[in-house]
């Protein structure tokens, strides 16, 4: 069973930078599609970020300029660099891919999700 173990969240002041990353805690596995949402309190979870095996990435409008997502397809590792940040991007930030295994089965799954706050 692949798990997509997600690290990096944690409290920081208005105007600093975290880190997230997430990989599948299997081996022999390629990630396709890697995304990054994020969920407030009291409000859906949305997307932040994606990126394709092959580098396009898009981004939402509230983290465009601010956010970087990028990836190492040798360790099926996505990243989300977060600078600037703000009391508004204060959430639960998860991470999702299309996983194949060693049989060529895609499937998706969610990491457990990490908490990121942004406060003074």
């Known amino acids: 069973q692949v798990q997509l173990v997600e690290s990096g969240g944690g409290l920081v002041q208005p105007g600093g930078s975290l880190r997230l990353s997430c990989s599948p805690s299997?081996?022999?596995?390629?990630?396709?599609?890697m995304r990054w949402y994020r969920q407030a309190p009291g409000k859906p979870r949305d997307l932040v970020a994606d990126?394709?095996?092959?580098?396009?990435?898009s981004y939402a409008d509230a983290v465009k300029g601010r956010f970087t997502i990028s990836r190492d397809n040798t360790k099926n590792t996505v990243f989300l660099q977060m600078n600037t940040l703000k009391p508004e991007d204060t959430a639960v930030y998860y991470c999702?891919?299309?996983?194949?295994?060693?049989?060529?089965?895609?499937?998706?799954?969610w990491g457990q999700g990490t908490q990121v706050t942004v406060s003074s």
């Open positions: 999702y891919a299309d996983v194949a295994d060693r049989y060529g089965r895609i499937s998706g799954y």
């Open positions: 299997a081996n022999n596995v390629i990630a396709y599609i």
């Open positions: 990126m394709s095996r092959d580098g396009r990435a």
